[in-house]
Each structure stands twice: as structure tokens, then as C-alpha cells.
């Protein structure tokens, strides 16, 4: 079988220390490790030191002056059943259920998902696959597979949480021995599939926080099948919140969530089509993808109704 | 020369094995034997074993398709703690492979590389990560040669020999022409001609076990290999072949296996390179694949570019088939010449056909390489076979159901080709589906974007003819009873979680009338069990089945004349049922099994029989018929129910129906889960399954991106079992591991047609494809 390369383990009691840890270099934080251990098997990490999270107390959602606060060691599956969320927060909750399978959703974190690493055809996959192939821009090699002559690398966006928490206007609460630092959703990812967040690498995800308001979103993902894949394309979409606009997030098509605003349904998926430019980074062909991005729009503005 | 059925023989053929008894272990449907201990995780697979100072192998693969090996550098690999030993390609020269005429693999490659992913060293350490490490740090020179990747590369005498020594004019490990009747007069007589291509992807088997091998070195120069492979003698022959050994000399064990479906039916660089360290180091090596490599070592589905010509009248019936495929099979030739032989052969079932004729060619590329998977060869043009008889029957105006039903071949014919068919339950299988689905009612009315399709299909019990040439049995059971009335049955059948161990155990205890959990199966090891050639062809039930009851029939005689002697009665007047044995016009005059073994061993002494089968020589017509007969022949007919989303081509299979005539059912549910494994199967291969490349890179070596499906995307499948009791089967037995696969995706394509006015000649159906195709006709429709 495929075995994990050898690392030093360490489960702080205190976020400060984790954070101490996590500065130095080689060091690596792990939550659930659904995804992290995977990569990790296929050479994609060869971290000397990961540092846990799980002795943190970052588990559990409260609610406290009109704001919700997941914990970000809180699981999918608790983030998914948790009763305020189902009702304040229903797409969060759609989102965590099409995550893999039901027992990843009892591993893997609300925090884990948030910074999922970016992903391509090319990049997660073995490592004797990838020196076969010469490997790529993003690991190992120099060259992008999905554009040889751009300029940067294209891995997807692929966390399936994120378009939900975009437009229920959530921030994301990050600690470090410098302190606490609040970063918006809508403002956390940057368009390159290496550098795709900002987060320094001493910084521990405590927490995420939802505003308790009357948003109305909901939530698509297109895979190939049910369960296990991760999206081909992903959606989320707002109804109007008073006379503002229909909103979308669409993921899974670039290295950072795009977000689209548009007066009615058939205009917010014509505007997601436009915007969505996906490449050869999933096995289906780019130019259906982006088909999709409007046929899934318009589906769940569908499912919202008229937006009253 | 005499005929040779006429010669006298010690096999069992036909067996004369009866009737089951009433109230016996037959037709139940019941739990495998074996079956808890493989959801408890009691069961013992190859990888569960740990020996003592054991090491672990880790190949280093080629990354390149095919180029010379310049120089293989493993100093920093050996310098690495932990390493305690290494292996390259030239330490072990000798060709092996099943088939004797295409024996063209070594362990690992020597000198030359010919797919990305084929093994080129092997590095053993004291552990796994270890050795992966030091596998990683072992660097490979290379000279880079012209690669051939397509069939028309494959074909082109100008381009360079994978194997050089081939002597063909390109790259062809094999042409089969077969010309039967007068193809030319049948498309002459015939009222519409239906002609097209197609295309069958590759793909692979997917077995949850990966190949794993553990060798530990005996005294006395001795070995015993464990290996998780579905044919132990094979894998034994080749091993002592390649190593140069006495095959008296190796032990070769089948643990628990988790699955084949073809894929574990070659000797592997696991088995053989495991073996080998294990005597260079005089320690236990295991060599355990990880997922990528079982891709690599694939075996899978050859992807098969087909033309298909057949010549039809007015009422439905078949003037002639002209058929040509071209099969791409990787990198070796595995068991391709058989391929190129099953392609063609079993086109002349299950429809009454005179004139038919094919042309195929196994080709070698620089790709992994190809080899048996469920439904060998057989799959691909029953795809194109299938369509066509339903195009035809929807240009001739005829219902497509009636027009398979009144072409059925009858019981007890002789195909154009030689085929000599027994029982047939064809008629009775299409009619159990097409009444069941409704499709009558429904065909061509479900609305748009809703389908129903049917198709038929036919596939062997076994091979006629072992694959090197030899007149011993094929299958054989040996049987002990203990005077504790425990029955120990040895066999070298491979169970690959297909049920043989419970079918053995089933047919033992009918005939001797106790409980399959009365018999211990020891199966797959060389050195206590007798030859059984291997779970391939689909032949155990039939094969090793009719060994089973020939040696539990010489055990009952023993046990009935010694009981008649006790209770005063004539030996047919005993019933073996319940565990008792009695008297059959008077029950109560009855003797316990235990009891009854304890007289037979007084009279007989010890009491141990063997029983063994091979086919009766069927003469055929055609000399050159050598692949292709089989003692038997399984049918099925299934209707698939499709929805195809006509916004995102997403194609949803909602139900299959499925009969399939497997003889006699010997455990109804172990037979409805072959059934239903089949149409699983046969779902992927619709929907998702292809093996792509980019180059000579397999495209997706891992389960995340190579899709099977979930439960999600399995249809509920409504299973029928049809019995026709063939006369040369074990109580009538046929097979039923592989049949039900053949006329899955055909069956799918047809209703997607029904859904969409579209003929889809292209497998895996999937949305991009699905939904260019309807843009396309869409678009054609609106400038029309």
C-alpha cells in the first residue's frame, strides 16, 4: 500500500504554542486530515512536523450577540446536523453534506475545508504518476499542464463550504502570537492557484462567524457522482436581500471564488456563465463546465423561488 | 484415428448428476460459508500475513513509454538506512506468460522499457515508507524511442517494433480472419444492411484487494508463496519457470482474495520478484501494490475500435454478419491472442446465423498492458451487435423484443462457427424481462429525454481447451471424511469472492445429504490441493462443480454400501438427506451421517476419493475452432430504463431487469449477486469507465478520478434466475460470474436512444458527450 512519509506529531494545548510550532519551517497544521493525508501520501506535503489542532477546544458553535461562531475543529457533520445552522444557515448545512462521504464529514473540519488546498487533474495525484509526467508548475516542476504557455497555475478553488459562507457575509477568525486577525470570506482568496490565500503561516483558523440575518442562499455542487468527487463546478446563490440584486459565488471554475450580482435569475446566470473562464483542470470538458455554471445558477435561483 | 470421445477415460462427462434432493442444499438461497468471516474481517488476506524478519519490496517504475535503459543508478537508494537488498530486470531473463505462444514478459524490464509504469528494479527494506523512499531515490537513464500509442501507429510497418524480436510486419501480436457460410450471398439476400462503427473504451477491474505477494525461503532450497491471484497454477508454473525452480519445490498459497474480475489472472512482477528476494536475502519478502501501480499492472478491458456489416430480411431474421476489431492491448501480450479470438467468436449467439465472418487484430502500444476482464473480449462487440439488431428491428418496422425472440437459436444446435450449444434459455429470459419492465408500453412513449432499452447476450462455461496443451483434468476435488463426520474438501479452485468455495461446499453436501457448513473447503494451495486451472472463463461452477460430485458420488457409494449393509436394504434404496441417511419407503429406518462414515470406514478402511473433469472432446467441424468452445453456454436478456437530463447531458440509469439462464441456480443469492455485480459493473462501463491517457500516461491512476459508481448512481436491479438444467452441467449448472455483464451497456445504449433519437456508438456515456450529441441534433433540427 501507499504509506505516509515519516513526521514528527505534536498536539498543543494552547493556540500560541500551536502557533510557535507552526512558524517554523517545515511545520504543518492539521485538522481532520482527510485532504492533508491524502496529499501527504502522494508526496504533495512532506511536512517534518505537523502540529494539531485537536487539543485546542476549537470545537462547538455558540451563538452570542447576533453573531454564530463555529469553532473551526468543529466537524462537518456536526457543523451539518448543529440546529441553528439548519436554520439560520441552511446552504452551509447542504454544503457540508456533499463533502466526500459521511465518514469524512465525522472527520473533517469546518476550519480543514476552508483551507483546502487548491486542486487540479494535474497536481493531486501520485507522486510516481507526476514525475512520469514531468511534474507541474505547482509542485516540483516548472510548467502548467492546463495552460503551457500562461503564466501562472490555474489549480480550482474547491472548498465546498466557501460560496455558502461568501454570501452569508461570514468572517474567519485567525490567532497567531501576534494576536487575532478577522479576515472576511469574500476577501480571503486570492486568483492563484499557489498563492491562493494570504494567511501567515503562524496563523491558527480558530473560528468562523456567521451574522445572524435574513439571507437566503442556496447551494449546488455538479460532480460526476454523489458521493466521494469533489465539484466540477459550485454554486451558491442569494436571493435578493430587500431591493439589492441576485447574488452568486461560483467555484471549482478558477483558483478563487467569482462573485457575480445580476436584477433577476436569468440575468445572474447569464452573468456567471460570462464570468466563468474554466480550464482543463477536471476531467469533463472545460467548455461543458462552463455551460453548467449557468444551468446550475439558474437551478438554484430556481429553488429560492421568486426571491420573496 | 479413433474418435476420441470414444476413448476410454477417466473423466466425468456428463456426469449423470441428477436430480437434487427434495428438501436438500440446492436452489437455496443462503449466506455463503465463507461469507461472514469476509464482512467480520476474520478473513485472511495476503496482506494480513507477517512473518518473522519479513522485508518489504518497492518497484521503481519506468516514466517514460518506451525507450532504452541507458543505466539504473541505486546508490543513494542503497545507502539508505534500512535498505537491505535490490533486484533489477536481468537477474531474472526468462520469458513467461499464460499463454504459451505469446510468452513475452519478464519480471521487470530488461534493457528497454515499454509502458510508463512498468517495473524496471525492486528495492527491499526493513519497511514500507523505507523502501518507497529509497524506490524514489533510485535514478534511471534513459534513451527515449518513437512511442506507438494508436491503432493506426500499431499497424503502420514503418514505425518501430515494441518487441523486437517480433517478426510481424508492424506491431500485431495477432490476426484472426474466420470465414463461415457465404458472407457475400447472405448480405445479397438480404432486404436492409445495417452498417456502422463503434468504439468500447478500455478499462479496469477495480478490485477493493491490490496485488500483494509474500515469499518466504524454506530449507532445503524450498519456497512458499503466498499470492493474492486468482490462478494459483498458473502463477506456480511461471514462477518455478522464471526462477529456474522445481515446481515440486514451491508451495504456492491463495490467501483470501479480494477480487479479480480478471485482473489477478497473470503471474505478476509481485509474485515473481517477491519470490526471488526472498531466496537472494534467505528472509520473507512481501511485495503489496499500491493503487497507482495496480493501474499501471492493469490487464484491463482492451478498448476496441469495431465495424460491424450485418444483412437482415424483412421479417427479421440475419443473412450475415461481417465483423472487424481492432484491439489496442498495451505493452504485452497477457492473454491478447485469446482476445483477439473472443472478439469474434461468440458473435453467432444467441442468433440463428449462416453466413458470418470476422477479422481482428490485437495490437501492441506502449501502454499497460491489457488483458481479461469480466466479459473478455465479448463485451466489446456485443456493444455493436446489439445496436444493430435494434436498428434494424426500428427500420423494419419490428418490435424489437419479437425480433430477438423468433431469431433464437434452439437447444441443441451447432452454430455456423462450431459452437455446439446445449440448453439455451434465450426465448424464456427475454420474456421475463420485457414483461416485467413493461417495455412494450412503454418503448418509444415514456416522453422525451425518457428511455427503455433491450438486449440480449451470450458467454461461455470455461474454455474446451486448456490453455497449454494436455490431456489431464482441468478441475479436480479431493474429499476426506473424518469418522467425526467432518468432510474436508481440497481443491485448486481460486474463490475471488465469485462463491466457489460455497458452490463446492454446496454440491458436496447435497450429494452427501449434510449441511454446506458440514464441509471444510481448503482451496489454492498447491501443495494440498489438487489442479483446478484457475478462476477465468468463467468455468469453476461447471468445471470444478462436476469434479466435486464426481468425487462426493464415490464417497456416498462407499458410505451407501456400508449403511445398506446395516439397515438390510439394496444401495438405491437410500435416501442422504438432513444428515441422516435412510430408507427411502421408510423413513424411520435411518442411520446419522456420523454413524453411517463410521460403518464405511470399518468396511473400506480410510475414507478419502478424488474426482476430476475435463470437456468431452467436442469434434468440431473447423479444425481452427480452438478458442471459443466451451462445454456450455449461459444466456441473458436485460431492459435498462434511462432518464437523460436534456439540460446537463447527465445521463440517470433508473432500473435493469435482468434474467439470466445460469443452469441451475446451486445458491440463488450467491448467483442473484453475480447477476447484480455484472449489471453494476456493466453501469460503470456505461456511464463513467475509460481508461484515458495523456500520451502513454494513464490519465487517472487513483479511485478518486477514475469513477465507479456509488450506491448512488447503482439503479435498483431486478434480478431473474432461469433454470434450463443442462445436461452436462453439475445438476445442470451454467455460469454466471460474467454473462450478465455482455448486454448491460447495450441495453443502455438502446434506451438512450429510445430517449433521445440518438445512437450513442461510444461509450462512457458521459454529460459533455451526452450533451454536445443532443446540441448537435438539436441545432441539425433547427436548420433542417
Request: proline letters at 6%; glycine letters at 10%.
Given at each position: 500500500?501507499?504509506?505516509?512519509?515519516?513526521f514528527e506529531?505534536?498536539?498543543?494545548?494552547?493556540?500560541?504554542d500551536?502557533?510557535?510550532?507552526?512558524?517554523?519551517?517545515g511545520?504543518?497544521?492539521?485538522?481532520?486530515?482527510t485532504?492533508l493525508?491524502v496529499s501527504?501520501?502522494?508526496?504533495?506535503f512532506?511536512?517534518?512536523?505537523?502540529?494539531?489542532?485537536?487539543?485546542?477546544g476549537l470545537r462547538?458553535?455558540?451563538v452570542?450577540?447576533?453573531?454564530?461562531?463555529?469553532?473551526a475543529?468543529?466537524t462537518l457533520a456536526?457543523?451539518?446536523t448543529?440546529?441553528?445552522?439548519?436554520e439560520?444557515?441552511?446552504?452551509?448545512?447542504d454544503?457540508c453534506?456533499t463533502?466526500?462521504?459521511?465518514?469524512?464529514?465525522?472527520?473533517?473540519t469546518?476550519?480543514g475545508?476552508?483551507?483546502l488546498?487548491?486542486?487540479?487533474?494535474y497536481?493531486n495525484?501520485?507522486?510516481?504518476?507526476?514525475?512520469?509526467?514531468?511534474?507541474?508548475?505547482?509542485r516540483?516542476?516548472?510548467?502548467?499542464h492546463?495552460?503551457p504557455?500562461?503564466?501562472?497555475?490555474?489549480?480550482?478553488?474547491?472548498a465546498?463550504?466557501?460560496?455558502?459562507?461568501?454570501?452569508y457575509?461570514?468572517?474567519?477568525?485567525f490567532?497567531?502570537?501576534r494576536?487575532?486577525?478577522?479576515?472576511k470570506?469574500s476577501?480571503m482568496?486570492?486568483?492563484?492557484?499557489?498563492?491562493?490565500h494570504?494567511?501567515?503561516?503562524d496563523?491558527?483558523?480558530?473560528?468562523?462567524?456567521?451574522p445572524?440575518?435574513?439571507?437566503?442562499?442556496?447551494?449546488?455542487?455538479?460532480?460526476?457522482?454523489q458521493?466521494?468527487?469533489?465539484?466540477?463546478?459550485l454554486?451558491?446563490?442569494?436571493?435578493?436581500v430587500?431591493d439589492?440584486?441576485?447574488?452568486?459565488?461560483?467555484s471549482?471554475?478558477?483558483s478563487?471564488p467569482?462573485?457575480?450580482?445580476?436584477e433577476d435569475?436569468?440575468?445572474?446566470?447569464?452573468?456567471a456563465?460570462?464570468?466563468?473562464q474554466?480550464?482543463?483542470?477536471h476531467l469533463?470538458?472545460?467548455t461543458w463546465r462552463?455551460?453548467m455554471?449557468?444551468?446550475?445558477?439558474?437551478r438554484?435561483?430556481?429553488?429560492?423561488?421568486d426571491?420573496? | 484415428?479413433?474418435?476420441p470421445?470414444?476413448?476410454?477415460?477417466?473423466a466425468?462427462?456428463?456426469?449423470?448428476?441428477?436430480?437434487?434432493a427434495?428438501?436438500g442444499?440446492?436452489?437455496?438461497?443462503?449466506?455463503?460459508?465463507d461469507?461472514?468471516?469476509?464482512?467480520t474481517?476474520?478473513a485472511q488476506?495476503t496482506?494480513d500475513l507477517v512473518?518473522?524478519?519479513?522485508?518489504?519490496g518497492?518497484?521503481?517504475?519506468?516514466?517514460?513509454?518506451h525507450a532504452?535503459i541507458v543505466?539504473i543508478?541505486?546508490?543513494?537508494?542503497?545507502?539508505?538506512?534500512?535498505?537491505?537488498?535490490v533486484?533489477?530486470?536481468?537477474e531474472?531473463?526468462?520469458?513467461?506468460g499464460?499463454?504459451?505462444?505469446?510468452?513475452?514478459?519478464?519480471?521487470m524490464?530488461?534493457?528497454?522499457?515499454?509502458?510508463?509504469?512498468?517495473p524496471?528494479?525492486?528495492?527491499?527494506?526493513?519497511?514500507e515508507?523505507?523502501?518507497h523512499?529509497?524506490?524514489?531515490?533510485?535514478?534511471?537513464?534513459?534513451?527515449?524511442?518513437?512511442?506507438?500509442?494508436?491503432?493506426?501507429?500499431a499497424?503502420d510497418?514503418?514505425k518501430p517494433?515494441?518487441?523486437?524480436?517480433?517478426?510481424?510486419p508492424s506491431?500485431i501480436?495477432?490476426?484472426?480472419f474466420?470465414?463461415y457460410?457465404?458472407v457475400?450471398k447472405?448480405?445479397?439476400?438480404?432486404d436492409?444492411v445495417v452498417?456502422?462503427?463503434y468504439?468500447?473504451?478500455?478499462?479496469?477491474?477495480?478490485?477493493?484487494?491490490?496485488?500483494?505477494?509474500?515469499?518466504?525461503?524454506?530449507g532445503h532450497?524450498?519456497?512458499?508463496?503466498w499470492?493474492?491471484?486468482q490462478n494459483?497454477?498458473?502463477?506456480?508454473?511461471?514462477?518455478?519457470?522464471?526462477l529456474?525452480?522445481?515446481?515440486?519445490?514451491?508451495?504456492?498459497?491463495?490467501?483470501?482474495?479480494?477480487?479479480?474480475?480478471?485482473?489477478?489472472?497473470?503471474?505478476f512482477?509481485?509474485d515473481?520478484?517477491?519470490?526471488?528476494?526472498a531466496?537472494k536475502?534467505?528472509?520473507?519478502v512481501?511485495?503489496?501494490?499500491?493503487?497507482?501501480?495496480?493501474?499501471?499492472?492493469?490487464r484491463?478491458?482492451?478498448?476496441?475500435?469495431?465495424w460491424?456489416?450485418m444483412?437482415f430480411?424483412?421479417d427479421g431474421?440475419i443473412t450475415?454478419?461481417?465483423f472487424?476489431?481492432?484491439?489496442?492491448?498495451?505493452?504485452y501480450?497477457?492473454?491478447?491472442?485469446v482476445?483477439s479470438?473472443?472478439l469474434?467468436?461468440?458473435?453467432?449467439l444467441?442468433?440463428?446465423?449462416?453466413?458470418?465472418r470476422?477479422e481482428?487484430?490485437?495490437?501492441?502500444?506502449?501502454?499497460?498492458?491489457?488483458?481479461?476482464?469480466?466479459?473478455?473480449?465479448?463485451?466489446q462487440?456485443?456493444?455493436?451487435?446489439?445496436?444493430h439488431?435494434?436498428r434494424?428491428a426500428?427500420?423494419l418496422g419490428?418490435?424489437?423484443?419479437?425480433?430477438?425472440?423468433?431469431?433464437?437459436i434452439?437447444?441443441?444446435t451447432?452454430?455456423?462457427?462450431?459452437?455446439?450449444v446445449?440448453?439455451?434459455?434465450?426465448k424464456e429470459?427475454?420474456?421475463?424481462?420485457?414483461e416485467?419492465?413493461?417495455y412494450a408500453?412503454?418503448?418509444?412513449?415514456l416522453?422525451?429525454?425518457?428511455?427503455?432499452?433491450?438486449?440480449?447476450?451470450?458467454?461461455?462455461?470455461?474454455?474446451l481447451?486448456p490453455?497449454?496443451?494436455n490431456?489431464?483434468?482441468q478441475?479436480?476435488v479431493?474429499?476426506?471424511?473424518d469418522?467425526s463426520g467432518?468432510?474436508t474438501?481440497?481443491?485448486?479452485?481460486?474463490?475471488c469472492?465469485?462463491g466457489?468455495?460455497?458452490?463446492l461446499?454446496?454440491l458436496?453436501a447435497e450429494?452427501?445429504?449434510?449441511?454446506p457448513d458440514?464441509?471444510?473447503?481448503?482451496?489454492?494451495?498447491?501443495s494440498?490441493?489438487?489442479?483446478d486451472?484457475?478462476?477465468?472463463?468463467?468455468?469453476v461452477?461447471?468445471?470444478a462443480?462436476?469434479?466435486?460430485v464426481a468425487?462426493?458420488?464415490?464417497v456416498?457409494?462407499?458410505?451407501?454400501?456400508?449403511?445398506?449393509?446395516?439397515?438390510?436394504?439394496?444401495?438405491g434404496?437410500?435416501?442422504f438427506?438432513?444428515?441422516?441417511?435412510?430408507?427411502d419407503?421408510?423413513p424411520?429406518r435411518?442411520?446419522?451421517f456420523?454413524?453411517?462414515?463410521w460403518?464405511?470406514e470399518?468396511?473400506?478402511?480410510?475414507?478419502?476419493?478424488?474426482?476430476?473433469?475435463k470437456?468431452?472432446?467436442i469434434g468440431s467441424r473447423?479444425?481452427?475452432?480452438?478458442?471459443?468452445?466451451?462445454?456450455a453456454?449461459?444466456?441473458?436478456?436485460q431492459?435498462?430504463?434511462?432518464?437523460?437530463?436534456?439540460?446537463t447531458?447527465?445521463v440517470?440509469?433508473?432500473?435493469i431487469?435482468?434474467?439470466?439462464d445460469c443452469?441451475?441456480?446451486?445458491?440463488?443469492?450467491?448467483?442473484e449477486?453475480?447477476?447484480?455485480?455484472?449489471?453494476?459493473?456493466g453501469?460503470?462501463?456505461a456511464?463513467?469507465e475509460?481508461?484515458?491517457?495523456?500520451?502513454?500516461l494513464?490519465?487517472v491512476?487513483?479511485?478518486?478520478e477514475?469513477k465507479v459508481?456509488?450506491?448512488?448512481?447503482?439503479p435498483e436491479?431486478?434480478t431473474?434466475?432461469?433454470?434450463?438444467?443442462?445436461?452436462n452441467?453439475p445438476?445442470g449448472?451454467?455460469?454466471?460470474?460474467e454473462?450478465?455483464?455482455l448486454?448491460?451497456?447495450?441495453?443502455?445504449?438502446?434506451?438512450l436512444?429510445?430517449?433521445?433519437?440518438?445512437?450513442?456508438?461510444?461509450p462512457?456515456?458521459?454529460?459533455d458527450?451526452?450533451?454536445a450529441?443532443?446540441?448537435?441534433?438539436?441545432r441539425?433540427?433547427g436548420?433542417?
Amino acid at each position: 500500500m501507499l504509506p505516509l512519509p515519516r513526521f514528527e506529531y505534536s498536539a498543543p494545548n494552547d493556540v500560541r504554542d500551536a502557533s510557535r510550532f507552526l512558524a517554523e519551517p517545515g511545520s504543518q497544521l492539521i485538522a481532520g486530515g482527510t485532504d492533508l493525508l491524502v496529499s501527504m501520501k502522494q508526496r504533495l506535503f512532506e511536512p517534518r512536523h505537523l502540529v494539531s489542532i485537536r487539543r485546542l477546544g476549537l470545537r462547538g458553535v455558540t451563538v452570542q450577540g447576533g453573531v454564530v461562531r463555529i469553532g473551526a475543529a468543529t466537524t462537518l457533520a456536526q457543523v451539518a446536523t448543529n440546529l441553528t445552522v439548519r436554520e439560520q444557515f441552511p446552504a452551509l448545512s447542504d454544503a457540508c453534506l456533499t463533502v466526500a462521504t459521511p465518514t469524512i464529514q465525522s472527520m473533517a473540519t469546518l476550519g480543514g475545508n476552508l483551507m483546502l488546498d487548491t486542486r487540479c487533474l494535474y497536481y493531486n495525484q501520485p507522486a510516481g504518476w507526476r514525475a512520469s509526467l514531468g511534474y507541474c508548475l505547482k509542485r516540483e516542476g516548472t510548467v502548467c499542464h492546463v495552460a503551457p504557455k500562461g503564466r501562472g497555475c490555474y489549480a480550482t478553488q474547491s472548498a465546498d463550504t466557501v460560496p455558502a459562507l461568501w454570501l452569508y457575509g461570514a468572517e474567519v477568525e485567525f490567532q497567531s502570537t501576534r494576536g487575532v486577525v478577522l479576515r472576511k470570506v469574500s476577501d480571503m482568496y486570492r486568483d492563484d492557484g499557489m498563492a491562493w490565500h494570504g494567511v501567515g503561516r503562524d496563523e491558527v483558523l480558530v473560528a468562523v462567524r456567521l451574522p445572524l440575518a435574513e439571507a437566503r442562499v442556496g447551494h449546488r455542487k455538479l460532480r460526476t457522482r454523489q458521493a466521494i468527487d469533489y465539484a466540477q463546478v459550485l454554486v451558491a446563490v442569494r436571493a435578493p436581500v430587500a431591493d439589492g440584486p441576485w447574488a452568486a459565488v461560483i467555484s471549482a471554475v478558477a483558483s478563487s471564488p467569482l462573485f457575480v450580482e445580476a436584477e433577476d435569475p436569468t440575468a445572474l446566470a447569464e452573468a456567471a456563465f460570462r464570468a466563468s473562464q474554466p480550464l482543463s483542470t477536471h476531467l469533463p470538458a472545460a467548455t461543458w463546465r462552463k455551460r453548467m455554471v449557468r444551468v446550475e445558477v439558474a437551478r438554484a435561483a430556481a429553488a429560492l423561488g421568486d426571491g420573496r | 484415428m479413433s474418435d476420441p470421445a470414444e476413448r476410454p477415460s477417466w473423466a466425468v462427462y456428463p456426469t449423470h448428476s441428477g436430480e437434487p434432493a427434495e428438501g436438500g442444499v440446492l436452489g437455496r438461497s443462503e449466506r455463503k460459508v465463507d461469507g461472514l468471516s469476509r464482512i467480520t474481517g476474520a478473513a485472511q488476506f495476503t496482506d494480513d500475513l507477517v512473518l518473522p524478519r519479513m522485508v518489504h519490496g518497492k518497484f521503481v517504475r519506468s516514466t517514460l513509454p518506451h525507450a532504452w535503459i541507458v543505466s539504473i543508478d541505486m546508490s543513494a537508494a542503497m545507502a539508505l538506512p534500512g535498505v537491505v537488498g535490490v533486484a533489477i530486470g536481468p537477474e531474472l531473463p526468462k520469458r513467461y506468460g499464460v499463454i504459451p505462444v505469446a510468452q513475452d514478459e519478464t519480471a521487470m524490464a530488461i534493457g528497454k522499457v515499454r509502458y510508463i509504469g512498468e517495473p524496471i528494479a525492486c528495492i527491499a527494506a526493513v519497511d514500507e515508507e523505507t523502501a518507497h523512499r529509497a524506490a524514489r531515490l533510485v535514478r534511471v537513464e534513459y534513451e527515449p524511442l518513437t512511442p506507438i500509442f494508436t491503432i493506426e501507429d500499431a499497424l503502420d510497418p514503418s514505425k518501430p517494433h515494441i518487441h523486437e524480436a517480433s517478426r510481424k510486419p508492424s506491431n500485431i501480436l495477432r490476426r484472426v480472419f474466420q470465414e463461415y457460410g457465404d458472407v457475400q450471398k447472405g448480405f445479397a439476400e438480404a432486404d436492409l444492411v445495417v452498417e456502422d462503427t463503434y468504439e468500447y473504451p478500455g478499462s479496469t477491474h477495480v478490485p477493493l484487494e491490490a496485488h500483494v505477494a509474500l515469499a518466504c525461503p524454506e530449507g532445503h532450497g524450498k519456497l512458499v508463496l503466498w499470492s493474492s491471484t486468482q490462478n494459483p497454477h498458473y502463477v506456480h508454473r511461471d514462477v518455478a519457470h522464471v526462477l529456474g525452480m522445481r515446481e515440486q519445490d514451491i508451495r504456492l498459497i491463495k490467501p483470501t482474495v479480494g477480487a479479480g474480475y480478471g485482473g489477478k489472472c497473470d503471474p505478476f512482477c509481485t509474485d515473481i520478484v517477491a519470490a526471488h528476494l526472498a531466496r537472494k536475502l534467505g528472509r520473507p519478502v512481501k511485495i503489496a501494490l499500491e493503487r497507482e501501480e495496480v493501474f499501471y499492472t492493469h490487464r484491463g478491458r482492451h478498448p476496441a475500435r469495431m465495424w460491424l456489416k450485418m444483412g437482415f430480411k424483412k421479417d427479421g431474421s440475419i443473412t450475415a454478419v461481417d465483423f472487424k476489431a481492432w484491439a489496442e492491448g498495451g505493452a504485452y501480450a497477457s492473454y491478447g491472442v485469446v482476445t483477439s479470438y473472443y472478439l469474434g467468436v461468440f458473435m453467432p449467439l444467441p442468433y440463428t446465423l449462416e453466413n458470418y465472418r470476422f477479422e481482428s487484430h490485437r495490437l501492441y502500444t506502449n501502454k499497460p498492458p491489457c488483458g481479461p476482464k469480466r466479459g473478455h473480449g465479448a463485451i466489446q462487440p456485443r456493444l455493436a451487435l446489439e445496436m444493430h439488431v435494434d436498428r434494424a428491428a426500428l427500420a423494419l418496422g419490428l418490435d424489437p423484443a419479437a425480433m430477438r425472440t423468433a431469431n433464437c437459436i434452439e437447444p441443441d444446435t451447432e452454430t455456423c462457427n462450431g459452437l455446439k450449444v446445449t440448453s439455451v434459455g434465450m426465448k424464456e429470459c427475454i420474456a421475463a424481462v420485457v414483461e416485467a419492465s413493461g417495455y412494450a408500453a412503454k418503448r418509444g412513449k415514456l416522453g422525451p429525454g425518457k428511455g427503455i432499452g433491450l438486449a440480449a447476450s451470450a458467454y461461455m462455461c470455461g474454455a474446451l481447451h486448456p490453455v497449454y496443451q494436455n490431456e489431464l483434468s482441468q478441475s479436480s476435488v479431493q474429499l476426506k471424511v473424518d469418522r467425526s463426520g467432518e468432510v474436508t474438501l481440497f481443491s485448486g479452485t481460486a474463490d475471488c469472492g465469485q462463491g466457489s468455495i460455497h458452490m463446492l461446499a454446496a454440491l458436496c453436501a447435497e450429494r452427501l445429504g449434510i449441511e454446506p457448513d458440514d464441509v471444510r473447503v481448503i482451496e489454492g494451495d498447491t501443495s494440498l490441493t489438487p489442479v483446478d486451472l484457475g478462476s477465468y472463463s468463467s468455468r469453476v461452477t461447471f468445471m470444478a462443480g462436476n469434479a466435486c460430485v464426481a468425487a462426493a458420488d464415490k464417497v456416498r457409494d462407499k458410505i451407501a454400501r456400508a449403511a445398506a449393509v446395516k439397515l438390510g436394504v439394496e444401495v438405491g434404496a437410500l435416501v442422504f438427506r438432513g444428515r441422516q441417511v435412510y430408507v427411502d419407503a421408510a423413513p424411520e429406518r435411518a442411520l446419522t451421517f456420523v454413524d453411517a462414515v463410521w460403518l464405511a470406514e470399518e468396511m473400506f478402511g480410510p475414507i478419502g476419493e478424488v474426482g476430476g473433469y475435463k470437456p468431452h472432446k467436442i469434434g468440431s467441424r473447423f479444425r481452427r475452432q480452438s478458442v471459443g468452445p466451451s462445454p456450455a453456454y449461459s444466456f441473458t436478456a436485460q431492459v435498462a430504463e434511462v432518464g437523460v437530463d436534456v439540460e446537463t447531458g447527465v445521463v440517470t440509469i433508473e432500473k435493469i431487469w435482468v434474467a439470466h439462464d445460469c443452469g441451475r441456480a446451486i445458491n440463488r443469492r450467491v448467483v442473484e449477486g453475480q447477476i447484480e455485480g455484472c449489471v453494476y459493473m456493466g453501469v460503470g462501463e456505461a456511464l463513467y469507465e475509460e481508461q484515458r491517457y495523456r500520451g502513454g500516461l494513464m490519465a487517472v491512476p487513483s479511485l478518486l478520478e477514475y469513477k465507479v459508481p456509488t450506491v448512488h448512481e447503482t439503479p435498483e436491479i431486478c434480478t431473474f434466475i432461469v433454470e434450463t438444467h443442462d445436461p452436462n452441467g453439475p445438476f445442470g449448472a451454467k455460469e454466471a460470474g460474467e454473462g450478465p455483464q455482455l448486454s448491460t451497456v447495450p441495453a443502455i445504449a438502446n434506451a438512450l436512444h429510445d430517449a433521445t433519437g440518438l445512437w450513442f456508438t461510444k461509450p462512457p456515456f458521459t454529460p459533455d458527450v451526452v450533451l454536445a450529441a443532443l446540441t448537435t441534433a438539436r441545432r441539425r433540427a433547427g436548420s433542417a
